[in-house]
């Protein structure tokens, strides 16, 4: 079964202190996998796509990458409002475009 | 619009009673997804279209829930006879080809009583 898993599920940091937040993925075959960053009250943002191991995206303080098993997402010198839940996904190869998510990360930055 | 549109942004309703939950994607999408998201969880697969067909429902919970895209672009996701489990944000997001990123909407917070 086509399974993603997050980890840590929360995450505190103090402000410049950098960490990496992990998506493992169990899939028959990985068409794409996808970071979206969400704030509480509203929909996920979209942040990444990754489509074969070894790529890496970057975009601000953010940079993903993504191997045969999981992906990280590297968090530089976070700031405070860096502060949401980020949100990991992948579309498998199964005869359906669906998205599959994992639970989450919560991540606070404090000032 | 810039974005997908979701109408209303919360819904009130009581048990048993019927609710429609509407989603205006970004012009030109093909592609249209619904999910539901409880609190504290990923956002849950129900359906999504290719064009105005369902090209997988297999996440539609009962024969309760569903969905149409008749004319290719804005959806109407339908809800009988509601109960308190059916609870949850409902999120709707479109891209512009299957396989392609897809752009969420802020929600509809459905709140049966």
């Known amino acids: 079964e086509d399974q993603v898993t997050q980890s840590p599920e929360a995450l505190r940091l103090q402000e410049g202190e950098s960490s990496s937040l992990n998506c493992s993925y169990t899939?028959?075959?990985?068409?794409?996998l996808f970071w979206y960053r969400q704030d509480p009250g509203k929909g996920p943002e979209f942040l990444f796509t990754?489509?074969?191991a070894g790529e890496e995206k970057e975009k601000e303080r953010l940079k993903a990458t993504l191997t045969k098993k999981e992906s990280f997402l590297h968090i530089t010198a976070p700031k405070p409002e860096d502060s949401a839940t980020y949100l990991c996904?992948?579309?498998?190869?199964?005869?359906?475009?669906?998205?599959?998510f994992g639970t989450g990360t919560r991540l606070k930055v404090l000032a | 619009g810039a974005g997908v549109s979701q109408t209303p942004s919360n819904k009130v309703t009581e048990k048993g009673k019927y609710v429609e939950l509407r989603c205006d994607p970004i012009?030109?999408?093909?592609?249209l997804y619904w999910y539901r998201q409880s609190l504290g969880q990923g956002p849950e697969f129900l359906i999504y279209?290719?064009?105005?067909?369902?090209?997988?429902d297999s996440g539609l919970p009962n024969d309760r829930f569903f969905a149409v895209r008749p004319e290719g672009s804005v959806s109407t996701l339908k809800i009988q006879r509601t109960e308190r489990g059916d609870s949850a944000v409902y999120l709707c997001?479109?891209?512009?080809?299957?396989?392609?990123?897809?752009?969420f909407g802020q929600g509809t917070r459905l709140t049966v009583v």
């Open positions: 990754l489509y074969s």
């Open positions: 899939v028959s075959g990985l068409r794409g």
């Open positions: 012009s030109g999408h093909t592609a």
């Open positions: 997001a479109s891209s512009v080809e299957v396989g392609t990123e897809a752009f």
């Open positions: 996904a992948v579309q498998p190869y199964s005869g359906t475009y669906k998205y599959i």
């Open positions: 279209f290719q064009g105005t067909g369902a090209a997988d």
